[in-house]
């Protein structure tokens, strides 16, 4: 089945670190850009970080950068989000979700087409 | 970065109601505007790209429109598994950015 499965999400004391980890299945990860959304406690979506298929290009939102770092690893078909110095307004749901492009005349389309179900990152003390 | 702004926020309708959400951008995004639907508990699930294009699988009274700054989402006949929060997403420049979502409930 083409499923992402998130895991390594937990209660964690402010400054703390966490790995998060999204392990893909049934299709070719290496071809695909990824992404890490978010989501806290009742609120709405968050794009937090963005990886290349090959692993050389990365993004993240402001809110995020130099604390959390985004990688990939093909050739176990895993997507990772390092997380240091948290936050208590860093706790949410954390997706993995694939990002599709779709080429047309001038350009691609990009989109979120797979989500994994997400893992919960707590923030407190 | 570019602001995405739904309105409304929350909406009450019935089963077999017309129902339209729409979406605004800070600046001009042409048509590179995706929709997502969250039921409670679960990931979100992509409804539309490109402003209009459905994804596969997706039933067709959900319909899309506009580029540059106004989108609109569109449910030509409510159904029971129809109730969520839908959001918009712009996918024009990095950092991707979402609307604030649109709960649709139940009157």
């Known amino acids: 089945e083409v499923q992402l499965v998130e895991s390594g999400g937990g209660l964690v004391q402010p400054g703390g670190s966490l790995r998060l980890s999204c392990e893909a299945s049934?299709?070719?990860?290496?071809?695909?850009?990824m992404n890490w959304v978010r989501q806290a406690p009742g609120k709405g979506l968050e794009w937090v970080s963005y990886?290349?298929?090959?692993?050389?290009?990365?993004y993240s939102a402001d809110s995020v950068k130099g604390r959390f770092t985004i990688s990939r690893d093909n050739a176990k078909n895993s997507l990772y989000l390092q997380m240091n110095s948290l936050r208590a307004e860093d706790t949410a749901i954390y997706y993995c979700?694939?990002?599709?492009?779709?080429?047309?005349?001038?350009?691609?389309?990009?989109?979120?087409?797979?989500w994994g179900r997400g893992t919960l990152v707590t923030v407190s003390s | 970065d570019i602001q995405m702004t739904q309105s409304p926020s929350s909406l009450s309708a019935s089963v077999g109601d017309r129902v339209t959400i729409t979406c605004r951008a800070s600046q001009s995004i042409s048509r590179y505007l995706n929709w997502y639907q969250q039921k409670p508990g679960k990931a979100p699930n992509l409804l539309m790209y490109?402003?209009?294009t459905l994804e596969s699988g997706v039933p067709s009274r959900f319909s899309g429109s506009g580029s540059g700054t106004d989108f609109t989402l569109t449910i030509s006949s409510l159904q029971p598994e129809d109730f969520a929060t839908y959001y918009c997403?712009?996918?024009?420049?990095?950092?991707?950015?979402f609307g604030q979502g649109t709960k649709v409930e139940i009157k």
């Open positions: 997403q712009q996918s024009y420049s990095t950092p991707w950015t």
């Open positions: 990886i290349s298929s090959s692993g050389s290009t990365m």
């Open positions: 049934d299709f070719t990860f290496s071809t695909y850009e």
């Open positions: 979700a694939r990002e599709k492009e779709t080429a047309h005349d001038s350009g691609s389309w990009w989109y979120f087409d797979l």
């Open positions: 490109a402003a209009s």
